[in-house]
């Protein structure tokens, strides 16, 4: 019971961190689409 708290806590923190990632990179990659589709408007 001990040892399954802290393995249970990192796996906790590990998929938050993970989760904070992935929203990132999606809405890094959304920025670069729109801010693309931006430029070809303009053009």
Known sequence: ME?????RLLLVL??????????????Q???WFIKDRAK???L
């Open 3 to 7: 040892l399954s708290e802290p393995v």
């Open 40 to 42: 070809e408007d303009e």
């Open 29 to 31: 990659i959304s920025y």
């Open 14 to 27: 590990g998929s938050n961190i993970f989760g904070v990632y992935a929203l990132y990179k999606i809405l």
